[in-house]
């Protein structure tokens, strides 16, 4: 069982940064790839980015080069660094954990807000 704790969401004026982070609690953090999803009202949950124990990365196309996932194995700590917001990423922020070799071994945090607005 993995467990999260979430901060760093907030208000922030577009064109602003935010950086998200998320502890993990729990043995094996190494044996996760970490990600961050959002969900805006009225839509579906998305991919935000992904980041496998050695530092491969995967971003969703509307966040590409404007936010950056990273990880410290040591701390059992993912982070989203979130540049150049737009209205458009308004969103609930949730962190995830999928096991590499347990497929049933995935975990949510309970989320973040984010709120881009002037």
């Known amino acids: 069982q993995v467990q999260f704790v979430e901060s760093g969401g907030g208000l922030v004026q577009p064109g602003g940064s935010l950086r998200l982070s998320c502890a993990a609690s729990?043995?094996?953090?190494?044996?996760?790839?970490m990600g961050w999803y959002r969900q805006a009202p009225g839509n579906q949950r998305e991919l935000v980015a992904t980041?496998?124990?050695?530092?491969?990365?995967d971003y969703g196309d509307s966040v590409q080069g404007r936010f950056t996932i990273s990880r410290d194995n040591t701390k059992n700590t993912v982070f989203l660094q979130m540049n150049s917001l737009e209205s458009e990423d308004t969103a609930v922020y949730y962190c995830?954990?999928?096991?590499?070799?347990?497929?049933?071994?995935?975990?949510w945090g309970r989320g973040t807000q984010v709120t881009v607005s002037s």
């Open positions: 729990g043995s094996g953090f190494s044996m996760y790839r």
């Open positions: 980041i496998t124990s050695g530092g491969t990365t």
């Open positions: 995830n954990a999928q096991h590499v070799v347990f497929a049933n071994a995935n975990y």
